[in-house]
């Protein structure tokens, strides 16, 4: 008789104490308030859902609410939300009323609970025209749906209110099989992990998640966070799985059998289990494991391997009368066989449904079906479904089996539905991943029995739609142009001019494509030019009134969004007159008049609203925080910033081209402003944009972490940035700005003028003279002038005069950039002024010691609330007036060591203290190193000198870094030698260290 494994959590851990350590000490931090998540990552069958059990049982025990989701393999779109909808149905129907509360309070919460319905679908244009402007950006972004961050904050809003009553753990089971959209709403909650008593665990497959998974990108990037851990789940080793086959087996095994089991196991818990399932002696199974399941599955009778069979097509928990129809068994028939299955572990019971114990079952077994076999059975449970609605997913499934039987006559429609309900919550992939499925099939379909209403084109759009808001503009693109090439001659003019803008807006997207958008959106006007008012044409009008502008026709812009206002006007199309009204305020800026452009903009943004408009209320409200920026109003620009930056949240614009633009240019006016935010999370982007998104909002980020002396990781970030110069203007100056400053504080002077040359050379072939280039060249030209000073110091005149040179060509391009560049204003603003003025100080430093008074002029040009760049400059003029003898660094000294403590940028406070400490000037707060244990015979001013003898500087070198004359460095290295009993400079930097008299030599 063939042993049976005792399952379930009465078995014992084996070897999994410190897993469970580690877990159980994540779960008393979520208890005190300290949220925090754990990725648990190993192969198939090697114990998750066991140790996710045992500590599902500890938290109960403790008093927690345990909340558990699995994700399911549902090929080729995915059911949204799957687990998170799984894991908070208990919240919904709650009797506690405290829970309830929460849950209603949420009504967001209706796309994923059972008792609430999802919110409909957004109509019309979506509001999508952005007429092509690049201020700072040369690529529009994709939209997002405008639910999903509603939903994303009801769920991670309901979890923090539970929590307040009891700790709330949520397990999450099978990540490798997450759809886009509960990997994005994932990436969302780790992300925001703070003060909650919450504790989300997760599990995967780590040999599924291979290179190119989706998953595989989204966990590099939550292991950052500081509230999330890995723990990996490694397979037994001899001793544990012997340990484990002993005590899975009911009846005492013989060791040589319990060796074999461990040893042909590897380890795997589940392997273990189905060896020791199959039989006692072991002797004849198949060394792979899906040899061992069918084996295992032949000693059962016909009817139960039948039902096991049709269990594995549903691809999910399957219902008693499900299984009844599908299988053709009558009741008795397939109790016997379910009992059979169920008694042997090969099956179990959750909450009323049968479904396999482990995924590799169910993979197996339908692996091994026939083809007929597994057309039929899909049939069955395509008929099902269309028999009986099953609520939520329930075209999704229809189209999953449908597809899989080869019914495409059903399959088709259950796709566009299914697409459909994807949009409603918020899902674009999945809508994206329906689509396209609908589009494979549609000449299979014949056209009698295709859905009324819906022809190639529109899948098209909808597929172009779908790509550009789930974050794939390539893609958006490629079914943009087919949508136009699918043009029939007898569509309407107007109707074909809204593909051909679409089609103008989606090639924005790109790099390198702008003329064949500017000739898209002149093809849609040629369509509508000669044709009466109406919406299409207010739209295209709209849209090539921002072209033009981009292609320096003002005045062309300015007659086309006047024309669309009155035409907008004559139809009522609000939002295209909204939108007009935002080309006529940007035209206005750029003509030097705000307060025209900030009428308009104030304007535009009222109407979008009042129409819906979302995307055009978003844009008029970057231009009108940018109208303030170009003036340095940083009161007004950062609170138009953050006033849009919350309005694109809250309607889920957050990462649309304009809710983009206005995050970025927050980050930088918090960098510039000193408001430099403490947390990760404000340098990453969410989840599931495209990699150019991605790089817009660290290349800001990484300006803080060089800043703030986190040297390391701007490094790391730095090379993929590089990569993603091409993409956006913005990401190559502000992450060549980085990368120049985290050389130079390090000391590499020649590579801060290495990455400046290549990003000149670069910025050169976009545009000869981008006001951008002023601030890359300020940055760079102190390198050049130290380069020069190390030069003459070391008597090699020839080097000095070539680095004097390279600053030189750093100043004439700085200079040409200023003269020649194109502000937005017209004119050059503060922020620009005060660049140019520290480009000047610094050049002043080429051949000799800078002039203090030129970096005070730039400190004072920095007064408009650039507060870190203006320490940074007094820091500068500090050192000029030591070198140049005159009176005044303590003071300058001290105001740009104040700011350097507030912000916490040690690269500036480290050298502001090392100047003072070397000018004896006392710092307030700073703290007077502590008297050494020892008597150390040198003065402090001897261990200056000696310890800069000891980097290997001239005395000539040690006397311009002290202040002092070569002599006196002369003099105090003769009394240094005599004190230690030295006869030479490297003798005494030896005793010194030997007898720890030196810094950093105890």
């Given at each position: 008789m063939h042993l049976v494994p005792r399952l379930g959590s009465g078995i014992p851990l084996v070897a999994r104490t410190q897993e469970m350590r580690r877990l159980r000490a994540a779960f008393a931090r979520a208890e005190r308030g300290e949220a925090g998540a754990v990725l648990i990552a190993g192969d198939a069958g090697v114990g998750k859902t066991r140790l996710l059990t045992a500590l599902g049982e500890h938290v109960a025990g403790c008093g927690g609410l345990v909340l558990t989701g699995r994700c399911i393999d549902v090929r080729d779109g995915g059911l949204p939300y799957l687990p998170f909808a799984e894991a908070l149905a208990p919240l919904g129907s709650s009797a506690d009323p405290a829970v309830s509360a929460a849950v209603r309070a949420r009504s967001a919460l209706g796309m994923l609970l059972p008792q609430g319905d999802p919110r409909p679908a957004a109509t019309g244009d979506h509001g999508q025209v952005s007429e092509g402007e690049r201020e700072g950006v040369r690529r529009v972004r994709p939209e997002q749906d405008l639910g999903q961050l509603q939903l994303f904050d009801a769920v991670l809003g309901v979890l923090t209110e539970v929590g307040q009553a009891q700790p709330v753990v949520l397990l999450l089971e099978d990540l490798h099989w997450a759809d886009s959209s509960t990997r994005n709403l994932l990436s969302f909650l780790l992300s925001r992990l703070r003060a909650q008593r919450l504790l989300v665990v997760g599990s995967y497959r780590e040999e599924d998640v291979h290179r190119r998974h989706p998953l595989r990108g989204l966990l590099s990037e939550l292991v950052r966070l500081n509230t999330v851990e890995q723990l990996t789940l490694a397979p037994f080793g001899p001793a544990d799985a012997r340990a484990f086959v002993a005590a899975l087996a009911e009846e005492p095994l013989p060791p040589d059998v319990v060796a074999d089991i461990a040893e042909r196991s590897e380890g795997n818990p589940f392997f273990v289990e189905e060896l020791l399932a199959t039989g006692a002696d072991c002797r004849?199974?198949?060394?792979?494991?899906?040899?061992?399941?069918?084996?295992?599955?032949?000693?059962?009778?016909?009817?139960?391997?039948?039902?096991?069979?049709?269990?594995?097509?549903?691809?999910?928990?399957?219902?008693?009368?499900?299984l009844a129809q599908v299988a053709g068994l009558g009741d008795l028939e397939l109790d016997e066989a379910l009992r059979e299955a169920v008694q042997h572990h090969i099956l179990v019971i959750e909450n009323g449904f049968y479904?396999?114990?482990?995924?590799?079952?169910?993979?197996?077994?339908?692996?091994?079906?026939l083809p007929g076999e597994r057309t039929r059975m899909h049939a069955g449970y395509a008929a099902r479904i269309k028999s009986m609605p099953q609520g939520r997913g329930h075209d999704a499934k229809l189209a999953f089996h449908s597809l899989e039987s080869r019914d495409f006559d059903t399959a088709l429609p259950a796709l566009l539905r299914a697409a459909d309900e994807a949009e409603k919550l918020g899902a674009p992939g999945a809508a994206l991943r329906h689509i396209e499925q609908a589009q494979s099939i549609w000449d299979a379909v014949a056209p009698e029995n295709r859905p009324e209403g819906i022809d190639e084109l529109k899948l098209l759009s909808g597929a172009s739609y779908f790509a550009g808001t789930s974050g794939e503009p390539e893609r958006a693109v490629a079914y943009a142009r087919s949508a136009t090439e699918a043009l029939k001659p007898d569509a309407s003019p107007e109707h074909a001019a809204k593909v051909w803008r679409r089609l103008a807006e989606t090639l924005l997207t790109l790099e390198g494509t702008f003329d064949e958008a500017v000739r898209a959106i002149e093809r849609a006007w040629e369509l509508v030019a000669d044709r009466e008012p109406s919406g299409a044409r207010a739209w295209v009008l709209a849209s090539r009134a921002g072209f033009q502008r981009l292609l320096d026709r003002p005045a062309e812009a300015l007659a086309s969004a006047h024309t669309a206002v009155a035409d907008a006007r004559a139809v009522g199309a609000v939002g295209a007159e909204a939108s007009a009204l935002v080309t006529l305020g940007t035209l206005a800026d750029?003509?030097?008049?705000?307060?025209?452009?900030?009428?308009?903009?104030?304007?535009?943004?009222?109407?979008?609203?009042?129409?819906?408009?979302?995307?055009?209320?978003?844009?008029?409200?970057?231009?009108?925080?940018?109208?303030?920026?170009?003036?340095?109003?940083?009161?007004?620009?950062?609170?138009?910033?953050?006033?849009?930056?919350?309005?694109?949240?809250?309607?889920?614009?957050?990462?649309?081209?304009?809710?983009?633009?206005?995050?970025?240019?927050?980050?930088?006016?918090r960098y510039l402003s000193g408001d430099w935010p403490k947390e990760d999370a404000a340098g990453r982007a969410r989840r599931g944009v495209s990699s150019a998104v991605a790089a817009r909002i660290l290349a800001n980020w990484v300006l803080f972490l060089v800043g703030r002396g986190r040297f390391e990781d701007a490094a790391k970030a730095l090379p993929g940035l590089r990569q993603q110069w091409m993409a956006d203007l913005q990401i190559a100056l502000a992450s060549g700005d980085a990368a120049i400053e985290l050389a130079a504080w390090r000391g590499d002077h020649a590579e801060a003028l290495r990455i400046t040359d290549e990003l000149v050379s670069w910025l050169e072939k976009v545009e000869?003279?981008?006001?951008?280039?002023?601030?890359?060249?300020?940055?760079?030209?102190?390198?050049?002038?130290?380069?020069?000073?190390?030069?003459?110091?070391?008597?090699?005149?020839?080097?000095?005069?070539?680095?004097?040179?390279?600053?030189?060509?750093?100043?004439?391009?700085?200079?040409?950039?200023?003269?020649?560049?194109?502000?937005?204003?017209?004119?050059?603003?503060?922020?620009?002024?005060?660049?140019?003025?520290?480009?000047?100080?610094?050049?002043?430093?080429?051949?000799?010691?800078?002039?203090?008074?030129?970096?005070?002029?730039?400190?004072?040009?920095?007064?408009?609330?650039a507060v870190y760049e203006q320490a940074v400059c007094r820091w500068r003029q500090a050192e000029a007036l030591l070198a140049n003898g005159r009176a005044g660094a303590a003071e300058a000294l001290e105001a740009a060591h104040s700011v350097a403590v507030k912000l916490d940028a040690v690269p500036l406070r480290d050298a502001v203290r090392d100047l003072a400490h070397r000018a004896r000037v006392e710092l307030a707060g700073v703290e007077v190193v502590p008297v050494r244990a020892q008597v150390n015979p040198l003065t402090e001013r001897e261990r200056d000198v000696l310890e800069r003898v000891a980097l290997g500087r001239t005395n000539r070198q040690v006397g311009e870094e002290l202040y002092i004359s070569e002599k006196t460095v002369s003099v105090h290295l003769s009394r240094v030698m005599a004190k230690l009993g030295a006869s030479r400079r490297a003798e005494a930097v030896a005793i010194a260290y030997d007898r720890g008299l030196l810094s950093g030599s105890e």
């Open positions: 004849d199974l198949p060394a792979g494991l899906a040899e061992v399941l069918l084996a295992r599955l032949e000693r059962f009778p016909a009817e139960t391997r039948r039902v096991l069979r049709v269990i594995s097509v549903a691809n999910e928990s399957v219902s008693h009368a499900a479904t396999f114990r482990h995924a590799l079952l169910q993979e197996a077994v339908y692996a091994d079906l750029g003509a030097g008049d705000p307060v025209e452009a900030r009428k308009w903009l104030r304007e535009a943004e009222g109407k979008a609203h009042k129409a819906g408009a979302l995307n055009v209320e978003i844009r008029a409200m970057y231009f009108l925080a940018l109208s303030y920026d170009d003036q340095a109003e940083m009161e007004l620009a950062l609170a138009h910033a953050v006033r849009g930056v919350e309005r694109a949240e809250a309607v889920g614009l957050t990462w649309s081209t304009y809710g983009l633009e206005l995050r970025a240019r927050l980050l930088y006016l000869t003279a981008l006001l951008g280039g002023i601030r890359i060249v300020a940055l760079a030209i102190p390198s050049a002038a130290a380069l020069a000073a190390e030069a003459r110091a070391r008597g090699d005149q020839a080097a000095a005069e070539g680095f004097v040179a390279a600053g030189r060509r750093l100043v004439e391009h700085g200079r040409r950039c200023a003269a020649e560049g194109h502000p937005r204003s017209g004119t050059m603003g503060p922020e620009g002024r005060a660049w140019l003025a520290r480009m000047e100080a610094a050049a002043s430093g080429l051949e000799g010691p800078a002039d203090p008074e030129l970096w005070a002029e730039a400190a004072e040009a920095y007064s408009y609330g």
